[in-house]
Structures are given as C-alpha cells and as structure tokens.
C-alpha cells in the first residue's frame, strides 16, 4: 500500500458526460501528479499540483481539468467525455516535487466510456 | 527531446531464469533521475529503485539489480532467478533536474515480464 487513495475505482460513462476523480496523496506530501495510461498512449504525464498551485501541465487535453485543495486532496475534472478517454487513471504524490524523490502512485481509477 | 525506450515490449521465461530488462533514455540534461516501476496484474504501480545521473554505481536488491551506464544512456535491470510472482509489466522513467518543485515523470512503453512455471 503506498499510502496514496483514489476514488472511485472503476467508473463507467457514456460519452459527453463528465466526471470526477479523486485522490488524497500519502500523509505530509504535497505534490500530487496525474497520469492517464492507455494502450495506444502508454502512461502519459497530465498535471502537477503543489500546494494548491499548478505546477507542471503535459499533454492535458482542455476539456480536463484539475485542481488541489487546502487539505491537499486532488480532482481531476474530465468533461464531454470520449471513448477515446477511456483509460486508467493514476494520481501520484510526493513530499515537494522535488527532483529527488520517487512518485508514489495510488492504485488507480479505470474510466470506461461507453 | 526527453525520451525513454524499452525495446523489448514483451518477455516470456521460464522460471528460475535470469532476464534483463533493457532501457535506454536520451536526454540532454546533465542531472537527472532514472526510475524503475512494477505494475503487477492488478494494475499498481510500484516504486522500485531511483538513481541519480551522477551515481553510476550499480545496485543490487535481493533478486534484483540495475546496472546504469551514462556512456550508453541506458538503465537496465536483471532479476536473478526468476519468480512466478514476478511477472508484471516494469517500466523504466526519467525525470529530468528541474528546480522549483516541479518534476514530471516520462515513462517508457514498458516490458511485459510473463514467468512461466
């Protein structure tokens, strides 16, 4: 267990729909990272949070968004949803987003859209 | 560019075996970091081991090592003795030295690891 949760677990859509995804990162982190893996994509960086502010954006399509609160949980936002955005869907946390330490990732979200 | 290859997309070996597995990065950066990830069927991904671009002594844990060579930008890992529970798909990543708390993570397409008893 690497002490980052994610919820929920599975999500099943339908296309144009939006949905939610949540993650609390592990106990004094307080980067979080968002990484969707797919089969055509592989596992691709989206967004990073520190301490409530964006730090890093990748290759974060515009109808996704993010965000961390004060608790320093993060949502990440996925609107007007595809198939084509069907994946899993990992959060990641750190204790700075510093470059010396590992990620640790949560177990995941699979989105299905349908 | 930043890139991560892992040529081999899947191995398959008998128990008990040894394998390695091959990662090769480009980067311009003379600081980085080098990462190696698990991700068992059940879908985690696991930290495994992290090197600095200046560390280029190789490391050993149990079963498993990573021999890190800058000269050829490559990172690769060999389990000893193969184990059933080993099967997985392993990635291998860069983060590059960034300052100001920032630090993506850019993943190779990984190396599917089936051990067959």
């Known amino acids: 267990d690497s002490g980052v949760t994610q919820t929920p677990k599975h999500l099943i859509t339908a296309t144009g729909q939006r949905v939610t995804l949540r993650c609390s990162p592990r106990s004094g982190d307080l980067s979080v990272y968002w990484y969707q893996q797919s089969l055509d994509q592989g596992l691709q960086f989206l967004i990073q949070y520190y301490n409530g502010e964006e730090r890093a954006k990748g290759n974060i399509l515009e109808r996704f968004s993010a965000q961390q609160f004060p608790d320093l949980h993060s949502e990440l936002n996925l609107s007007s949803l595809e198939l084509g955005d069907s994946a899993l869907y990992f959060c990641a946390s750190d204790p700075s987003g510093g470059r010396y330490n590992e990620q640790f990732f949560g177990p995941g979200t699979r989105l299905t859209v349908l | 560019a930043q890139k991560v290859t892992q040529a081999q997309t899947e191995i398959s070996v008998v128990e008990k075996e040894d394998v390695t597995l091959d990662c090769v990065y480009e980067t311009r950066d003379t600081t980085y970091y080098l990462f190696w990830y698990k991700q068992p069927p059940s879908g985690e991904l696991v930290f495994l081991i992290r090197?600095?671009?200046?560390?280029?002594q190789n490391e050993i844990s149990g079963r498993y090592s990573w021999n890190f060579q800058k000269s050829t930008s490559s990172f690769n890992f060999t389990i000893t003795a193969s184990q059933v529970v080993d099967s997985a798909v392993y990635f291998c990543a860069l983060r590059l030295g960034l300052s100001g708390n920032t630090g993506k993570l850019i993943f190779g397409q990984g190396t599917t690891l089936q051990v067959k008893p």
């Open positions: 090197r600095n671009s200046f560390d280029e």
